[in-house]
């Protein structure tokens, strides 16, 4: 978490080198995954890419069916054929808590879903693939309180099965789901601890200031 | 407030008016054309002097296999020779020019960056406002020779020229349109695809492709409407026999070479130059069909993929 402008969104795409597609970009440092520096030259980006799912700030559906939007990365990536291509569709869209409202209309369009639905729908795609971390870039800043709420239940389901690395300027979203918390400000880590003892006692003034809403 | 009011009734009225001009234009246009090109099915004022200068019959230039108005007292009208001079040059043309221009379009929007970019766009368009004759001196010396030598035929003005040349003409037209098209798919779907691990390929390909299907529709079609309307350059490679052909190395005549080369051999007001009329009417409704479908096309479109 962080004021705007902080660098939450470049530090999190640099994680799965989001930020590659940008023109003239630099980075400098090492990111470790499992020990492993994925900023070298020698990582394959689209493997990183698989391992290390997104979910952006606004849902970005494909211009596709339900299903085809769930099934894209299924293909891709060759996880599975025919008919298993359907269960699977089906197993990430379950686990997106979104099933019961798409499964008699997975041929629909997915803009015709709500953008609440849809979110969650871009979760289920990027589930699919069976990534080992999620990033989500504030998944629910276009969302209503009610569609948020039901997103952050889902990412408290979620999380317990995936390492899952959220974007928020929302500090009570931080402090509900995190474990451990972030905090940045004009692109410097300010502070870093288990998320209890970064909200009860920030060691930093500046966290300190952010959390009582002085600034933010 | 009333001056802001009457100023604005103003433009509106400037700009209803240049409405109007332009539709009359393309209705004076119509006019004129039906006007002409009925008159070839009607008896000719002279008619009397001239035996050869028979009405046309509409059955014969519809379906009618020989095109010959010259013939000394046998005249023939059939136009179904130019039709085919035309749509199988514009098909060739489209099939070698749609997806290389797609292609190229996709290899432009979504690989090349800043001033590359900028250079590529440069050369085509420059590409595309060659003047025809160019084009046709190119395809006269340089590609008819070289494809004679390639197929071992004796002449290199034919079908098969004729629609390479068209190729070349409709190209830039489909890769700039195309590659338009493509810059307006939102940058969101490529993070998406790309996120999931998809390939810059499978990206293009998959996700962006789909995504500019009705704009990459009608980059086709302009193409066609290059392809179909060319004259000149098809004028100079094509062989000009009016004849249907039966290989890709026979000569084909257009309908707008044919235009263009016997206008200025017909006597005024002779059913020849009036059937000339006639053909550049079916011309302008095979422009009007191929609009009218792109518009159905698109409007299918739109229905399956609202917001």
Redesign the interface.
Known sequence: MGPSGCGKSTLLRSI?R?ND?I?DTRITGSILIDGVDILSEHTDV?????RV??V?Q?P?????SIFENIA??IR??KLAQGLEIKSRVEKALRAANLWEEVKMRLSD?A?SLSGGQQQRL?IA??MA?EPEIILLDEPASALDPHSTARLEELLRELKKSYTIVIVTHNLQQAARLSDYCAFLMLGELIEFDRTELLFTTPKDRRTEDFLSGKFG | MNIRKGVDRDIRKVFLANAILAATVLVGILVFLLSYGVRAFFPSPLAFTDPSSRPVKVSEFLTGTVWNPDAYGQPSYGIIPLLLGSFITTLIALVIAVPLGVASAVFIAERLKGWQRITAKVIIELFAGFPSVIIGFFGLLVLGPFLARLFNVPSGLNLLTAGVTLALMSLPTIITVSDDALLVVPNSYREAAYALGASPWITATRIILPAARSGILAAVMLGFGRAVGETMAVLMVAGNAPVIPRSLFDPVRTITSTIAIELGETAFNTPHFFSLFALGFILFIIALATNLIAESLFRREKRSFTL
Not at chain 1, 60 to 64: A, G
């Open positions: 799965n989001m597609l023109a689209i493997e990183l890419r698989k799912g997104m952006f606004k970005n559906p494909f211009p596709k894209f990365g891709i990536h369009n803009f871009c795609r990027c693939v």
